[in-house]
């Protein structure tokens, strides 16, 4: 089975084939930064399984060894290397997958520096939409 994502507008475009995979919400400071959210949702994925099938990323240096590649036209982030820390592995921003429900997360990791208030967000009020609508 191939599995299939890409950015928001369509640019990009990137497939992996099906196989060892981790998947993990991640709490660290420069996943908070690079996305403008609380956390980041990753599925790790061997390098050799994935190939971009359109469009051309644009890659930063967010620190040292590691490099996050985005789309240049609607500026989603889709995934990130590291070769120093995960060699062989590119991780993929869960939530930019065609069919991200099929990627459950099994752990929390970079807890040490998560926001405090995650800690309790899932006891916060919920709602189908917005609130009164």
Not at 52 to 58: L, S, Y
Request: net charge negative.
């Amino acid at each position: 089975m191939v599995h299939t994502g890409g950015c928001h507008c369509g640019t990009v475009r990137y497939e992996f084939d099906d196989g060892e995979r981790r998947t993990a919400l991640c709490h660290c400071s420069d996943c908070r930064k690079s996305a403008g959210a609380p956390m980041v949702g990753w599925t790790a994925i061997p390098s050799d399984a994935f190939r971009i099938v359109t469009g051309e990323p644009v890659t930063f240096n967010s620190s040292g060894a590691s490099y996050r590649s985005f789309c240049g036209t609607c500026g989603t982030g889709l995934w990130f290397v590291n070769e120093e820390m995960l060699p062989g592995i590119i991780d993929v921003q869960t939530a930019t997958l065609d069919d991200p429900g099929a990627f459950a997360p099994r752990a929390h990791v970079q807890i040490a520096e998560r926001i405090g208030w995650m800690a309790t967000a899932h006891e916060l009020p919920m709602f189908e939409r917005f609130p009164g609508m």
